[in-house]
């Protein structure tokens, strides 16, 4: 049976995949203690967000509380598994809140654990986008919508971006991380501007 790793899973979880994310006491719970939280986020990679993202709900957040529930703790920098096991990683969303030094470590450490042959999928904002929509905006105070993209909601510690991508720059970087196939992925689940991309180990 297939590897499939979910990384940086939040409230997103995934089915088919090991859903991985720091232990954050109060938010973060094991599936196997909270099988009523993995129904609630429980969901599958062709409907990632069971209910459709908008500016409203990601500016007021959702009317209900959230809580993340993974299959085992893990911190995406150091995933506790061996060289050449894991068939594929998926981070959605995740690799924005590293910072430019931790980055390229990461996608490094990615490449290590994936089987040759096995894919890495890794979906971030699009900072080059989002910085052409900003510029394009009529008055100051229809910019700090795209300042909240560019610099994450800062609702929590771990709700800051460290780092930016473009398309090109995402794909520099896997290349450099060593994955021989890097091709772009259309966005389907976004409706802001986002750096796609599969990366073949």
Known sequence: ????????????????????????????????????????????????????????????GPREAQACVVDRYADLRALPYPSNTVDEIRSVQSLEHLDMREGPHVLRHWYDVLKP??????????????????????????????????????????????NGFSPARLERLLREAGFREVRPVANRIHFYPVAIAEAVK
Do not use: I
């Open 1 to 60: 049976m297939a590897l499939r790793l979910h990384v940086g899973c939040g409230t997103v979880y995934l089915d088919g995949y090991v859903n991985l994310d720091l232990e954050v006491p109060g938010y973060s719970f094991l599936a196997s203690e909270r099988p009523d939280l993995v129904e609630r986020n429980r969901t599958r990679v062709d409907r990632y967000y069971k209910k459709e993202e908008s500016r409203e709900t990601l500016e007021h």
């Open 117 to 162: 042959g096995g894919v890495l999928h890794v979906d971030v904002p699009d900072f080059e986008e989002t910085a052409r929509q900003l510029l394009a905006q009529p008055d100051e105070p229809s910019k700090d919508w795209y300042y909240r993209l560019v610099y994450g909601s800062q609702k929590n510690a771990y709700a800051f971006h460290k």
